[in-house]
């Protein structure tokens, strides 16, 4: 079975018709990523596979939950359970040191471990940081800071926007290598990004254009059609 | 090691609290104005009727009592068991007179013998020119007699009378003082009690007394009728023109403290309600996030009146202390007078402003969290 | 560009603008509210007041003053001199006309029992209509200076002929009921009255038996005449200069005596009294103009202490939220310094903003200041606030300096951002 289907969805506001007849299904362990022009309807299809939003037409099935008939509540918990969030802008809470970011993930998702948060923390190379508050720390740190929060609950997803678009060569190579070792234990990725290097590193790359996919490009093997 | 819920929850809060120091000064100082106004309006409020109802005694005597109907003079004991029926508290002075006629050069005139120190506390409208008697043999004159006999401070003159054993009798007097009230005792010869008993003999027999109470004329008129049941010879009297009056003129004049502390309750209410409201308007990308997290709505709700708790704690406390100083403050200033600690009003202070701020943050943070995430990680 | 951006911050932050405007117009109409009734309080009060009665009294030149208050009346009797009830509209139309509220006149008449004993009858005004030589008329006596009587029966009129109204003490000592007649003997000749009402005033007034001032002179044979009046009249407390011109006018210099014959003293309005009234001398009751002084003095004090209050309560709210609102646009001022902005434009541009918005605010706070002003004032004293223009631009100040106040340390605050850290992240 599919961790996540997209099934013919369609996302309208108004006259504007973000996305149009959308299929898509990633497997379990599966790396995607995502590209296009701005305004080919990136970010909707990002917050629809984030159960941050709903399809207008259509339906998602996560996990075997088809969140597309499911209330706004059912959504916060699906997120919370199954989806690891990382953000272009960090977005970590600013009056938290790096250590209480990652277990405010765990507050909110069950019991929170401070042994555990640590063992996320060294294992994006910042146990040394834990104590510091997100002002004190580089863009690369606060990115890592936010890699360690969405990996504190096992998502059976991580879903990044951008994860490298604010940082220098140096952290996007840190912050590739913690993806593919990721990848490697068997997580599923989707990463949402402008930067076809980035783009290289997954599995398929999807390319989105006014809504519509239109291209499937398999990066091990030769291009496929759609 | 597996830490509690709640103790990382209040580590969020007090994280929230202490790191976010200059905007939670600002909120905190709003809540500790808005409660400073709170428990200083209060207790000023409180306070009034026992303050102006003090400055209000300067009207004079409010009750009197004079003998029973079929006496001609009480005796000093009744009198004193008839005061012991008011709070010693609430006495501000009790006047025991004497009059007789008397003549100076063969016209008649009124002496008064009356506890001058005591008479000065129940009728502090008088005005006196030179000074109060202070030794044997002097008069204070009312005003009208010093005009007929042509008297001034200092002067000597004799007054001839009959004792109460009808024994004449010519004594001299020098006048201390002259004074005014625009009323009939103008028209009086005042000396101590015990030169008027000397003169006139007769121990211990009291025509009149005024006294200076401050309680409400309700109190008056109940305390009267005990009075005139259980004392003997002693029949009590309110004043009416000033016990009714005072009631009249103390109840608008707390009324408008009422109204007016109302009015700015309500008002510094909302303010308070609207820096609240600020303080989570800017928050709203946190809220987000936390919901992006998998933050459920009542937890967000949940932190930020975990925040307001303490900055409701906090700033009602300090609005406590504040709010006594001033209180003090407008009562020294005012009424030359200290008030009491009420110690009751600072925990209702303190929960008051926790519920007012916890209220102001409740709406604005429901209608944070039902946000769609999304919206507000992407749109800056 | 600048009102450009000044009108874009304005109406596309129209929520956060219209918080803004809202906390200044709560803490404006706290102010004029405050400032209105501040000022008008003391009057008010001073309305009030005049339920002790009457704070002055005019008898004829060279008379006794009163019947002494507990009944031993020798040294005092009625006298031969009097004053002119043609001359008592005089009163309403001294330099302080506006502050007198009321005033009864009062005629003595020597009057006995059947029996011989002497009782103490008087005639007066109960409500009496006036016309004054300035066009104007009123209503007054009696009814209206003795408000806090106890009357049982009724009231009398001035036009009652053979009814009178009882001291509770006169009625117990001759045993009369309302309804009951009584015959009163006054120079020979005998009158019988009708009780229509008594009254307990928990004075030596209780001993007293009062009917229309015309029946008195009629009964007296003093056509025209009164022997002493009552004055209530509102004044201001008294302070040095008025004590000096009591004891004696002629001791001011002129500009002192200016000043005290045009405040409402009530040394003040007595020496006008006298001006008006021929061979009078009218004489303050200290028991009641000194109380009313010492009273008025401190609810003035105490209702400026609590504006004081108030203002600051207003000041710090709207100052409190006006620094919020500057603070959280850390973002874009940062971004517009990195625009490349001086300093002086980004003030200029938020201390504009806010000064546009804090005036709306104010100018609404004004108009429901004047409404919370009215509600205090109906429901407190059963009449309007006088509102005073010189409120405007009072608290068209405060808010003014409270707004600017309130922005500065916010604008200090953002300009030391340094647009870089404002841009990546916190």
């Known amino acids: 079975m599919n961790l996540l289907e997209l099934k013919n969805i369609s996302k309208i506001y108004g006259d504007v018709k973000a996305l149009q007849n959308i299929n898509l299904s990633v497997g379990q362990g599966e790396w995607i990523a995502i590209m296009g022009p701005s305004g080919s309807g990136k970010t909707t299809m990002m917050n629809i596979i984030g159960c941050m939003d709903k399809p207008s037409i259509g339906s998602v099935i996560l996990d075997g939950t088809d969140i597309s008939k499911e209330s706004s509540k059912k959504l916060t918990a699906l997120r919370r359970d199954k989806i690891g969030l990382i953000f272009q802008q960090f977005h970590l809470i600013n009056y938290l040191t790096a250590l209480e970011n990652v277990m405010a993930a765990q507050y909110y998702h069950s019991i929170q471990d401070e042994k555990e948060a640590l063992e996320a923390l060294s294992r994006v190379g910042l146990a040394d940081r834990a104590k510091h508050l997100p002002s004190q720390l580089s863009g690369g740190e606060q990115q890592r800071v936010c890699i360690a929060r969405a990996l504190i609950n096992y998502p059976m997803l991580i879903l990044a926007d951008e994860p490298t678009g604010n940082l220098d060569e140096a952290n996007e190579a840190i912050v590739l290598d913690i993806f593919k070792s990721l990848h490697k234990e068997g997580s599923a990725i989707v990463v949402v990004t402008h930067d076809p290097e980035v783009a290289q590193e997954s599995e398929r790359t999807v390319i989105l254009e006014h809504g519509k996919i239109s291209k499937i490009k398999d990066n091990n093997k030769s291009e496929a059609l759609c | ?380 | 560009m600048f009102f450009r951006m000044v009108k874009g911050a304005l109406l596309r932050q129209k929520a956060k603008m219209a918080m803004i405007a809202f906390t200044v117009a709560l803490g404006a109409s706290l102010a004029t509210a405050m400032i209105n009734v501040m000022l008008d309080a003391g009057d008010k009060v001073n309305r009030e007041l005049k339920t002790y009665g009457a704070n002055i009294n005019v008898i004829p030149k060279g008379a006794s003053l009163l019947n002494d208050i507990y009944g031993v009346g020798e040294g005092s009797g009625v006298s031969d001199k009097y004053l002119k009830e043609s001359e008592l509209g005089n009163i309403k139309t001294i330099f302080w006309a506006f502050n007198i509220v009321d005033f009864a006149p009062y005629l003595e008449t020597p009057a006995k029992l059947k029996n011989g004993s002497a009782i103490n009858l008087a005639g007066t005004w109960f409500s009496h209509h006036l016309e004054l030589p300035t066009g104007e008329s009123l209503d007054t006596g009696m009814i209206s200076m003795k408000k806090w009587w106890d009357v049982q029966g009724q009231w009398l009129s001035d036009g009652d002929t053979d009814e009178l109204m009882a001291g509770t003490a006169f009625a117990r000592q001759n045993n009369l009921k309302i309804g009951d007649r009584i015959d009163i003997i006054s120079v020979n000749k005998t009158y019988s009255f009708k009780v229509k009402g008594i009254f307990n005033s928990g004075s030596q007034e209780d001993l007293r038996a009062y009917v229309p001032l015309a029946k008195a002179q009629e009964m007296s044979g003093r056509n025209g005449l009164v022997s002493r009046v009552e004055v209530s009249a509102l004044t201001t407390p008294d302070n040095e200069l008025s004590r000096r011109a009591a004891q004696n006018p002629n001791s001011l210099s002129i500009k002192e005596w200016e000043t005290w014959y045009c405040t409402a003293y009530v040394s003040a309005i007595c020496y006008q009294i006298d001006e008006v009234m021929t061979d009078s001398v009218s004489k303050p009751i200290r028991q009641v103009a000194q109380s009313e002084g010492a009273i008025l003095e401190k609810t003035e004090l105490l209702m400026l202490l609590i504006t004081i209050l108030s203002l600051a309560g207003a000041a710090l709210g709207i100052s409190n939220l006006v620094t919020a609102s500057v603070m959280e646009r850390s973002s874009e001022i940062g971004l517009l310094k990195a625009m490349g902005a001086y300093d002086i434009h980004i003030s200029l541009l938020v201390l504009t903003e806010i000064a546009i918005t804090g005036m709306i605010g104010a100018a609404a706070g004004y108009f429901a200041g004047i409404g919370f002003a009215q509600i205090i004032g109906r429901s407190v004293f059963d009449s309007a606030i006088n509102i005073k223009p010189a409120v405007i631009p009072l608290v068209a100040f405060l808010v003014f300096v409270v707004i600017i106040a309130g922005s500065i340390p916010a604008i200090r605050f953002l300009l030391a951002l340094k647009p870089a850290e404002v841009l990546h992240g916190r």
């Open chain 2, 1 to 380: 090691m597996k830490m509690k819920r709640y103790a990382f929850y209040l580590k969020m809060v007090t994280s929230s609290l202490i790191r976010r120091r200059s905007r939670m000064f600002v909120a905190l100082l709003a809540v500790a104005v808005g409660a400073t106004i709170l428990s200083g309006l209060i207790t000023i409020y409180y306070d009034i009727p026992r303050q102006m109802g003090k400055e209000f005694r300067s009207y004079g005597a409010n009750l009197i009592f004079i003998p029973s109907e079929d006496k001609s003079y009480m005796d000093a004991d009744s009198l004193k068991k008839a005061v012991s029926y008011l709070s010693p508290d609430d006495i501000v002075g009790v006047t025991p007179y004497r009059y007789k006629t008397v003549k100076i050069n063969e016209q008649p005139f009124m002496a008064a013998g009356a506890d001058l120190a005591q008479a000065a506390k129940t009728s502090p409208f008088w005005y006196v020119s030179g000074r109060w008697p202070q030794k044997e043999g002097e008069a204070l004159i009312g005003q009208e007699v010093a005009d007929i006999i042509r008297l001034n401070a200092g002067s000597q003159f004799f007054i001839t009378g009959m004792t109460a054993n009808n024994k004449p009798f010519k004594r001299g007097f020098t006048v201390s003082g002259i004074v005014q009230t625009g009323g009939s005792e103008e028209a009086f010869i005042f000396m101590s009690l015990a030169d008027f008993e000397n003169m006139a003999g007769g121990d211990n027999a009291i025509d009149i007394a005024e006294c200076s109470v401050s309680v409400s004329a309700a109190e008056l008129d109940r305390v009267s009728k005990i009075i005139n049941e259980n004392v003997e010879g002693v029949t009590a009297r309110p004043v009416k023109r000033i016990s009714e009056s005072e009631g009249t003129v103390l109840k608008k004049l707390q009324s408008l403290v009422y109204l007016v502390t109302v009015v700015i309750l309500l008002l510094t209410m909302i303010c308070v309600a609207t820096t609240m409201m600020a303080a989570v308007a800017e928050r709203r990308r946190e809220i987000g996030l936390k919901k992006a997290l998998g933050a459920t709505n009542a937890a967000i709700v949940a932190e930020f009146i975990g925040e307001d708790v303490f900055l409701g704690i906090f700033g009602g406390l300090l609005g406590a202390a504040f709010g006594f100083v001033f209180a003090q403050a407008v009562s020294i200033n005012v009424f030359a007078r200290s008030i009491t600690f009420q110690p009751l009003l600072a925990p209702i202070t303190v929960f008051a402003s926790i519920i007012i701020t916890a209220a102001a943050c409740f709406i604005p943070v429901r209608r944070a969290a039902e946000i769609d995430p999304a919206i507000v990680l992407r749109g800056e």
